[in-house]
């Protein structure tokens, strides 16, 4: 009975997830995607698109906590058997914590970009940025093409 409970809350956990997700969730033209976090706080990383498009990520260099950054500024770097990608800051705003896991497992941003993969923590008060991304139907529209 309690394995069914747990197992039943992790599923209730996870469903909350991805409608959390799909809601406080935008998306840049780059393909970041940027999650609000509430009282200003924003996670940002790289869109399922942008990994599958990079393949086996084998470095990814993380912002610095404390840096301030505007919109549109490279603040990382995404390295795979391919390419290098620079990320771009979806919002102004200043960082306030990095995935330290990213490394020694830079693969989790392809096992898990919107998860376990993100890549920084920032502040921000420019919610008309953060509201002006697109949304997750925009962004799978945009790149349908």
């Avoid at 898990?112 to 991304?133: H, R, V, Y």
Wanted: negative net charge; contains cysteine; aromatic residues 10%.
């Amino acid at each position: 009975m309690l394995k069914t409970l747990r197992f039943g809350t992790r599923a209730f956990n996870q469903n909350l997830n991805t409608i959390t997700r799909t809601y406080c969730t935008r998306y840049t033209k780059d393909h970041e995607w940027v999650n609000s976090l509430g009282s200003q706080n924003y996670r940002m990383g790289i869109t399922d698109f942008a990994q599958r498009q990079l393949g086996d990520i084998v470095f990814v260099e993380t912002p610095s906590v404390g840096k301030t950054a505007s919109q549109d500024d490279p603040v990382s770097v995404v390295e795979s058997v391919k390419a290098a990608s620079d990320v771009f800051m979806p919002m102004d705003g200043s960082f306030t914590s990095v995935n330290q896991d990213l490394e020694g497992s830079p693969e989790l941003i392809n096992e898990d970009p919107m998860g376990e993969g993100w890549i920084a923590e920032f502040k921000s008060s420019k919610t008309d940025q953060f509201n002006s991304l697109m949304t997750k139907s925009q962004y799978d529209e945009y790149t349908k093409h």
